[in-house]
């Protein structure tokens, strides 16, 4: 089974920028879509933004226009890249990848922003 690994969360300010990485440890083109949900604390887990095999794009309202996602199948890996960042993107970021019916999920990166 696949795994996927998160890198690039961290500490910045407000209006600052970050790229997080979701590296796989195989293949992701036969995946249907990847992308990240975010869960702040006492908050349910939201989809923060997709992509699909087809490189179809999907985000959250909340993040449209000031996220990008992306995904290179060459280097296995997923972006997601985060300007005009606000207090309330604080959260920790999963990376997941869907295969039909079966999801995978990474460990987690925290994202803090600070006012």
């Known amino acids: 089974q696949v795994q996927l690994v998160e890198s690039g969360g961290g500490l910045v300010q407000a209006g600052g920028s970050l790229r997080l990485s979701c590296a796989a440890s195989?293949?992701?083109?036969?995946?249907?879509?990847m992308g990240w949900y975010r869960q702040a604390p006492g908050k349910q887990r939201e989809l923060v933004a997709s992509?699909?095999?087809?490189?179809?794009?999907n985000y959250a309202n909340s993040v449209a226009g000031r996220f990008t996602i992306s995904r290179d199948n060459a280097k296995n890996t997923v972006y997601l890249h985060m300007n005009s960042l606000k207090p309330e993107d604080t959260a920790v970021y999963y990376c997941f990848a869907n295969l039909m019916l079966e999801t995978t999920w990474g460990q987690g990166t925290q994202v803090t922003v600070s006012s």
């Open positions: 195989g293949s992701i083109f036969s995946f249907n879509s």
């Open positions: 992509v699909t095999r087809g490189e179809r794009t």
